[in-house]
């Protein structure tokens, strides 16, 4: 079983500062998912990136694939008390037909405002 | 809100029981996904369905089990409760069942084994 082990496990940190969050695996992925879970409710998909080395901006979050797609960051500049939740990687280890998801240990943030 | 409905929200059941959770995919979901998450575990794929059939299996004990019915609902059974079985389960719906397909949570149903 392919293993996605994310650093730092927890982060406090204060509104305006910036954090990176590190995704680490042994394995090659087809692709690798970043999500966000808050309380009591589910995951959602914040991004997906497919080639290696790619980089995305969504607002304040920058995502980059690592080149050998093994391995992913988050970059977030000038958190905000509203990115507070577990932030989670998931690689997809499925391939064709299927969409078989590993998911990472994850990386729970809080944002003091 | 995704659109993945999930019941029931919260399970409170004794040890040796059998329960049954259920999944209303988003409309016009094929595919549905259950995970698994807990505290020491993490967020665990069980299994997918696609159109009614199994498309791909996890880490799913053998004591449960999971269907997709022709209306496309899923239901995943869990029998012989153990303390360990205490957590929340997801249900997840994508268009297709294919790689690179944006999967959607459901809010969980929370699992309590006493």
């Known amino acids: 079983t392919q293993l996605l082990e994310q650093s730092p496990q927890f982060l406090s940190i204060q509104e305006g500062e910036n954090l990176t969050v590190y995704c680490n695996s042994s394995?090659?992925?087809?692709?690798l998912q970043w999500y966000r879970q808050e309380p009591g409710e589910g995951p959602v998909l914040l991004v997906t990136?497919?080639?290696?080395?790619e980089v995305k901006k969504l607002k304040r979050l920058t995502f980059q694939f690592g080149d050998a797609r093994k391995d992913s960051s988050l970059h977030i500049t000038a958190a905000q008390p509203g990115d507070t939740g577990l932030y989670l990687c998931?690689?997809?280890?499925?391939?064709?037909?299927?969409?078989?998801?590993?998911f990472g240990t994850g990386t729970l943030l809080a944002v003091q405002p | 809100d995704s659109g993945v409905t999930q019941t029931p929200k919260h399970l409170i059941t004794a040890t040796g029981q059998r329960v049954t959770l259920r999944c209303s995919p988003r409309?016009?979901?094929?595919?549905v996904y259950w995970y698994q998450q807990s505290l020491d575990q993490g967020l665990q794929f069980l299994i997918q369905?696609?159109?009614?059939?199994?498309?791909a299996k996890g880490n799913i004990l053998e004591r449960f089990s999971a269907q997709q019915f022709p209306d496309l609902h899923s239901e995943l059974n869990l029998s012989s409760l153990e303390l360990g079985d205490s957590a929340l389960y997801f249900c997840?719906?994508?268009?297709?069942?294919?790689?690179?397909?944006?999967?959607?949570f459901g809010e969980g149903s929370w699992l309590t084994v006493v």
């Open positions: 409309s016009g979901d094929l595919s």
């Open positions: 998931a690689g997809d280890e499925g391939g064709g037909a299927t969409n078989k998801l590993i």
């Open positions: 394995s090659v992925f087809s692709s």
């Open positions: 990136v497919v080639t290696g080395g």
């Open positions: 997840a719906s994508s268009v297709v069942g294919g790689t690179g397909n944006t999967i959607y």
């Open positions: 369905y696609y159109n009614g059939e199994e498309r």
